[in-house]
């Protein structure tokens, strides 16, 4: 009976060692020498492979878990049953890239072109002293699995593909659940059974998906007219709430925006003092609430994706429930708020999706764990 596969067995490389395996790649690219990049099950975990030149380089079955290629060119490379989780794509070239098998969920794509990639599903057999076993890099596959079918495809689930290019890809069975998928392009991919489920899919030619309508639902799609007109006034709302913290009540009310789409007042809230405001259940995507203050706000169950928190005090502030994938964290401060009562209210992450790598640059008051980060 097969095995499922793990990592344990992948031998891992240092920065120090794998540094002069991508400068004699690219040398055997340039035609000048070098040695073709032969990574295959290869723990290149957290390593930074940013601005190479990698075509035609083999990484068949490596992790590659919170690593970096920004900007590098992947053409043609073997990322096959590839583990990419959290991983900076940002920018890469991945044209004609065999994909197969790999996993990105929560990795970073954004500006990444895919043209002509093939991304079904795989799975990679190894034959070593104890055996065959298989590489399955599917969500929640089975271990000791021993059926061929496959029916699953590759996993960008709560990916960042903003302005990703998937012209002519093969993505059979691919699974989008909860991408940002701004601008994204897929003129002649081939989407049979994919999965889009809460996926952000603004700006985007729905004619070229090719899928059914009901394939859709949960999806974010572009900006109503209706809430395109609601802009003023919750600007409106924005701006009596902030004169009512800054004149202690004198002047001014408070404000809810609950349920509301805040997409329309991108950058509206940046900057200001919103104390106590109101946000839960919103639809606030790639929302810019920088240097705000936000102390005890509540953002419980609201679409966050991209939003940018940077600078911002959110001491006492809950996201219960929220949808924080990709959104940042950089010098905001998080912890409990000390209240006039002499007590606390603390911050509230619990049920939040989002991970411990956000929040590296923020400045903590106690340690995540507490806040109610899984």
Known sequence: MLANFTDK????????????????????????????????????????????????ADFSGSSLVGATFYGSNLQRASLYCADLRGANLQAANLTRADMRGATFRGANLSYAIMDGGDLRAARMMIVGAEGMSVMDRRNNAPANSNTPDIPDGVDFTNCSLKNASFGNAKLENANFTGAIMDGAKFKGATLKNAKFKGAVLTGVNLKELDIPRESLEGCVLDVTKEAEEKAEAL???????????????????????????????????????????????????NLNFADA????????????????????????????????????????????????SGGELPVILAGALANSQQFINSTLDCPLPELGLQ
Do not use: M
């Open 9 to 56: 067995d992948c031998t891992p490389l240092s920065q120090k060692e794998l540094n002069p395996i991508l400068a004699a790649h690219e040398k055997f690219v340039a035609y000048q020498g070098g040695k073709r990049a032969q990574l295959t099950r290869r723990g290149l975990d957290g390593l930074n492979l940013a601005n190479r030149i990698l075509s035609e």
């Open 235 to 285: 600007k409106a709302l924005i701006i009596s709430h902030e004169l009512w913290i800054s004149s202690e009540g004198v002047q001014g009310k408070t404000a809810a925006l609950d349920g509301e789409d805040l997409r329309p007042i991108l950058d509206f809230a940046a900057g200001r003092r919103l104390t106590g405001l109101s946000l839960r259940n919103t639809v606030a995507l």
């Open 293 to 340: 203050r936000l102390q005890a706000a509540k953002f419980d169950n609201a679409d966050l994706r991209g939003a940018n928190f940077s600078g911002c005090d959110l001491r006492g502030a809950s996201f219960k429930g929220a949808n924080l994938s990709h959104a940042t964290f950089a010098k905001a401060r998080l912890g409990p708020l000390k209240l006039a």
